[in-house]
């Protein structure tokens, strides 16, 4: 679903509209210009920290830089590493966790500014304390735009405007939370089993 927002794909059927206009009448620089990815796999050049962040704005200031990483939470352990800014990350960031190149990539969605957010089950993969780090920088850079969130975890997505279902490819419900858990559908069947295995212990 998200490559066809991003324009990955295009649809077999019917259309995909950005702002009422179909999405494949825009040019690719224009769309991808309102849209920022925040992904679950996330791709870090081998480059330095400083130029991994200003990928999202090429003509980013150094404070400019600094300022988006503090609202990702990356900040601080940045400044941890060797050269701070300036140390080289690895081929494909190898050099960092995986809460770590989240937070940069956060960052750099953060420093793009633009008004349309896509994430893909961001804190999936990620141990309680960088999944609290990771959360709480994308509810930084969600503040005041458009979002569409993959999410299996559904405590993620509660107080979602929309949440749509989808089941086998279709929709099978949309509403807002409580209104999903009242029709006792697919969603609260789903919401139910997760919540009792939160308190599964080993």
């Known amino acids: 679903m998200l490559k ?12 995909v509209l950005f702002n009422g206009v179909d999405m494949k009448t825009l040019e690719p620089e224009s769309l991808m210009s309102h849209i920022s990815m925040v992904f679950q796999d996330v791709y870090l050049f081998q480059d330095t920290i400083r130029n991994n962040i200003r ?20 900040h601080d352990f940045i400044m941890r590493l ?19 190149k989240q937070r940069i990539s956060i960052a750099r969605a953060i420093l793009k500014e633009a008004p349309v957010v896509l994430l893909d089950e961001a804190t999936a ?34 107080n979602a405007d929309n949440i749509i279902v989808l089941e086998e490819g279709r929709i099978a419900e949309q509403g807002k939370h409580q209104e999903l858990l009242d029709n006792k559908g697919l969603y609260a069947k ?3 089993i997760q919540e009792k295995t ?3 212990k080993l």
């Not at 990928?55 to 990356?74: P, Q, S």
């Not at 959360?135 to 999410?151: C, D, E, K, S």
Request: hydrophobic share 35%; glycine share 10%.
């Open 4 to 15: 066809l927002c991003a324009r990955f794909y295009d649809p077999q059927q019917g259309q």
């Open 55 to 74: 990928f999202g704005k090429t003509d980013a200031t150094d404070e400019e830089i600094e300022a988006a990483a503090r609202k990702a939470c990356c």
């Open 82 to 100: 060797p050269k701070g800014y300036d140390t080289q990350v690895g081929e494909g960031g190898c050099t960092l966790s995986g809460g770590e």
């Open 125 to 158: 993969s990620l141990d309680p304390e960088n999944e609290v780090e990771v959360q709480r920088a994308i509810n930084t850079l969600i503040a005041g735009r458009t979002v569409i969130v993959i999410a299996h975890r559904l405590k993620t997505i509660k």
């Open 190 to 192: 789903l919401w139910n």
């Open 198 to 200: 939160l308190g599964w």
